[in-house]
């Protein structure tokens, strides 16, 4: 088929990043700006996310400004987080920019909160919308891949495996914090990526006996002087921490938390190591690479057949896509069989 060929419903569209940043946006981003040119459709790109919207902080692109941003993290679009587009006002001054450049729909990469903003606009508007999944976490219910995951989760494993060698030379324990306020996907992964002796995660409140101690206690005996604890940075114990175990010296969160408490019942002085925003960057993976793009032509497909409130999945190897409203009801679920193997592996000598 010729790109002339093609009957658009659309004919003008933006693109936007919004939320947290996460490998692979770069290559969502040039794969709407291909598959849109392709379709000989305009593509409007949109800076920092719906507040750029807000304040019209727009371009005309075109293929060469998504030349060589395949393989690079970040967002050339940049992401911010917009409070004023959560009013009716805000999104007011959003949708005169809409009709302002002439756009007929938006692609927004994000997550959850993103494509919330997104149907917000199109139910008070008429203006289409379509939502990629981009978050390291890959806690969006309604895909079972969300761009940056891969990529972040092997950041973290590199990393871990670097400090594995240090800590063996020393026969030391560490203490791992990974990303994740509310899920623990991306360290349940990792956990079992790089054989930890115990992982916590925010959806099963820990028990520190049960949990860590017992586990290196189990792997002491069986001979190991080192032993590697991944912590969701949103992990929390089932009971409240005495006072003096709120934080240790050298800072405050769910690993030095963890670190203080290992401390405390086994006499260890634990090496804590806070990943960070490390995990959000790097050159994203060949997966995260491949899904970004599939998504974002896929995307485009989406708004030239008319459709919107739409949320492009990836489910079973598939990339299709699911009614927006529909999709922001379901629920981060973690992986059941991860969760099996997690208590398999660890503590077992």
Not at 104 to 111: F, K, L, N, S
Not at 218 to 237: D, I
Not at 290 to 309: D, P, Q, S
């Amino acid at each position: 088929m010729s790109k002339n060929d093609f009957n658009n419903a659309v004919k003008r569209i933006g693109v936007l990043t919004s939320g947290g940043d996460a490998p692979g946006m770069n290559a969502a981003v040039r794969a709407v700006v291909r598959s849109a040119v392709y379709r000989s459709i305009e593509v409007i790109g949109i800076r920092r996310g719906w507040q750029g919207l807000i304040n019209g902080d727009m371009f005309q692109m075109s293929t060469k400004d998504v030349s060589h941003i395949i393989n690079t993290g970040g967002t050339i679009l940049y992401t911010a987080r917009s409070q004023e587009f959560r009013t009716h006002e805000g999104r007011q001054k959003a949708y005169n920019n809409c009709r302002l450049f002439g756009l007929d729909g938006i692609v927004a990469i994000g997550g959850d909160g993103t494509f919330s903003g997104a149907l917000a606009l199109s139910t008070e508007f008429p203006i289409s919308v379509v939502g990629i999944p981009g978050t390291i976490d890959n806690d969006i219910g309604c895909t079972h891949y969300s761009i940056g995951y891969d990529t972040a989760a092997n950041t973290a494993m590199e990393a871990i495996d670097k400090l594995r060698d240090t800590m063996k030379s020393h026969e030391r324990c560490s203490v791992i914090e990974v990303m994740g306020h509310r899920a623990g996907n991306l360290a349940l992964y990792v956990g079992i990526a790089t054989g930890a002796t115990s992982v916590l995660i925010p959806e099963e409140p820990w028990d520190i006996q049960k949990d860590v101690v017992e586990k290196i206690q189990a792997a002491r005996v069986a001979g190991r002087t080192n032993f590697m604890v991944v912590v969701a940075e949103g992990a929390h114990p089932k009971k409240s921490p005495e006072p003096e175990e709120d934080s240790m010296a050298e800072g405050t969160g769910a690993g030095y938390m963890v670190g203080q408490m290992i401390n405390k019942h086994l006499g260890l002085e634990p090496r804590v190591t806070v990943l960070g925003h490390i995990q959000r960057g790097g050159a994203p993976s060949a997966r995260d690479r491949v899904t970004a793009t599939r998504m974002g032509h896929y995307a485009v497909n989406v708004l030239a057949e008319g459709k919107t409130n739409r949320i492009v999945v990836h489910k079973d190897g598939a990339i299709t896509d699911v009614d927006m409203v529909e999709g922001l009801k379901l629920h981060n679920t973690l992986n059941e069989n991860e969760k099996v193997v997690v208590k398999a592996m660890t503590g077992v000598y």
